[in-house]
């Protein structure tokens, strides 16, 4: 095949909620795909406390990328980690020492949790839940101090072990604490002979005045009510200033207070893949933010280069009253969409679309069984409607018809019986 | 409480299908009952290598100890490791340094993989199949050789990483060289765009002269046929002589063959848990055979001790005939059963039980999709029928409700779509 006519190669990295909408609607593409990723699964993160918590398996919440591009014989997958950037040759640097040719680029590396300059200190006593070993991780830290518990005499000790903290009250904190409380006081009620699970205490901390910040003040006031009625206590305006492996100290305006505990759970910041900062400073006059992502164009380019493109959580843009767009999914699906309709109108010859807009069909959040909140445009409700909503919309958007089944089956068992049925302690440390 | 009135202590080691048979048969005993375990779940071990090769997720093959015996208001459980046995103190001693007296005693540890003397070169890079652990290890390793083969330009390499060795031709290799011969030329089939799957390399190696050696010879042949049917080469009368990262030799009557290959699975030899070491030298006078088994008597007690009992795949018990007991789980059920029986008529002052018999129901492999072997006393069957039976049987023993549900319809929607739903490659070296 001559150079001229030889096929366009759209290099995207990232198997994510953006690179993966991006590739999938690339379908009818005229040339090549090739999709990078580190793992060999698109992972559904909004439910990824239900693995941290035992109410689901990991495999529920994860698709293999190449049973979801399977008939798709224009893209291929490489599992490979991706090192830096060659855009003047417009290659792409793998670890191993292997180059990909691109003719266009789409990077959507995604986030990672931020200790705000803590990492190495804090990150091993409080992992945060963005990969499905942290949510294995996670429950094998919760259940296993319920085990510790149950055979540890000292009673002061008993308490520490009972003790979980929750650091950041954003969707994810949230949902975490409310799962934990839960767990404590319906899914293990009987299953001890010494200690009583209820007795469980659930610190959820948060340096603002309200859970929930991006939500209505109404719907944070009532997702605080329902957090407090399933006996999880909140900490407002508060501050972690350290983490041990037995404690960790909080600032309670302005007193130091540290609370035992062998459980910690990170949700409070996250910054960029560092794929953002290598990708602009290949490109070079490119914004990095404090939380390390790369300023990008109205239409997802990359400063002066219209054939490379980065979105959702690596990318910084702003909407057209210059609000930051949110790093949530559905700003990563609808870019990627975006790119590739893009892509498709620039191969058929036909015009540039306008800028991107991002839709914002609501966000919600879920406390513990049959409490949510939900905010779309002028609608705020909360209570059981809005959890339904919440099991609705979550059933529909995961990837695999057969995770529907095995979640809404595992969903209604749990309902019914307040069981959790993915309640294993496993990993190379179980046995400690 | 006085001496005399105080309940009567049971503990019990291992939650496996010989302890918490033993433990829920016990559930009208006037006393106190301790399970002790490692792990917190029941596994049914039968079914790991389904999920080793994707078709079933840990949690489906896994039920909280705690769950099945949550309303068992006797019986307490204990997550922790046992670390010896003082039994003229009648204490179980633990790792952490406690010690818990009992009025009786019941070991039931199982086993462990057995490299032959060689465990620690060969175990890095040939796991067995006895944990979950194990399980996402091998399966990790199995999907992770299909995307390498996939990035490597080296035909020679491709070929390497296509390369799989199951070692041991009993039931465990031989449903485990089936599925992943399966997953290769079905599950993969469209998943890879420069590598077929179709092309991998299935070996499984057995040093007798047929596979399922337990079997009655016509269906060893069966067994056989089919796995050739779909692809799996047959080495009998072959023995592993070596192991390393990137293959195994195997002595081919006399031949020494180095099979390049980065994905070994054994499946060769067991050896008992090292408690039943322990236990016997405790006790005294009792013999262990050259698989580290403990001998008991006819009523499974140990030694002279009329109040401690073993069980399961670490005692070594000879049937009528003078034939050993098979290391198969429902000996272990049974045996479990027999004890709690004992037991409970020793509280009501009956006479003893006569001395344990097996009831063999027979025994079944399966070879992949549709096709299994069963038999079962006179009743010998091949195909599809026995491979309908296989599928009631395994369904009907899975220890919870939610599990039957959740793998039967992830049977059925793997048999409809040939796909396998929990491939995912996971684990601290997954991004390797």
């Known amino acids: 095949m001559s150079e001229a006519t030889a096929a366009h190669r759209v290099v995207i990295i990232g198997g994510g909620f953006g690179g993966l909408s991006c590739a999938t609607d690339l379908r009818k593409f005229q040339g090549r795909i090739t999709l990078i990723d580190r793992r060999n699964f698109h992972l559904f993160q909004p439910l990824l406390y239900q693995v941290a918590t035992g109410a689901l398996s990991p495999a529920n919440i994860a698709s293999p990328l190449r049973s979801i591009l399977k008939y798709q014989t224009n893209a291929k997958i490489i599992m490979s980690e991706v090192s830096g950037f060659d855009v003047t040759a417009k290659e792409v640097l793998f670890r191993d020492g292997y180059r990909l040719p691109f003719d266009t680029l ?21 992992p945060g839940l963005k990969s499905l070993e942290d949510a ?121 207070e540290s609370v035992p505990t062998e459980c910690v759970v990170w949700a409070a910041g996250v910054k960029a893949n560092p794929l953002a900062k290598m990708l602009a400073e290949a490109v070079g006059g490119v914004e990095i933010d404090k939380a390390g992502r790369l300023a990008v164009n109205a239409d997802c380019t990359v400063g002066t280069r219209a054939d490379i493109f980065a979105l959702g959580d690596m990318a910084l843009m702003k909407d057209a009253d210059g609000k930051q767009l949110p790093g949530v999914a559905p700003v990563a699906v609808q870019q990627g969409q975006y790119v590739a309709g893009l892509l498709l109108r620039r191969q058929k010859g036909q015009s540039a679309p306008g800028p991107f807009r991002y839709w914002d069909k609501g966000s919600m959040a879920t406390i513990g069984r049959s409490r949510a909140v939900l905010e779309a445009g002028k609608i705020k ?52």
């Open 136 to 256: 294995t991780e996670i429950r094998r830290r919760v259940l296993s101090a319920f085990e510790r518990a149950e055979r540890d005499p000292d009673i002061a000790n008993r308490k520490k072990h009972l003790s979980f903290v929750v650091v950041g009250g954003g969707p994810t904190g949230v949902e975490m604490a409310g799962a934990i409380a839960e767990l404590a006081r319906q899914t293990l009620r009987r299953d001890f002979r010494t200690i009583d699970p209820a007795d469980a205490r659930v610190i959820l901390v948060e340096n603002s005045d309200r859970v929930l910040q991006t939500f209505a003040e109404t719907l944070s006031k009532r997702a605080g009510e329902s957090l407090s009625q399933i006996g999880v206590e909140l900490w407002l305006n508060c501050r972690v200033t350290d983490i041990a492996a037995d404690r960790v100290v909080i600032d309670r305006a302005g007193i130091h």
């Open 106 to 126: 789409v990077v959507s590396g995604g986030s990672t949790h931020h200790y705000f300059g803590k990492d190495a200190l804090w990150e091993p006593f409080a």
């Open 381 to 432: 409700m909360s209570g059981f409607i809005a959890w339904l909503a919440w099991l609705f919309i979550h059933i529909l958007y995961l990837a695999r018809f057969e995770n529907r089944v095995l979640v809404l089956f595992q969903w209604s068992w749990n309902y019914a019986t307040r069981n959790r049925t993915a309640r294993l302690i496993t990993g190379e440390r179980a046995n400690r």
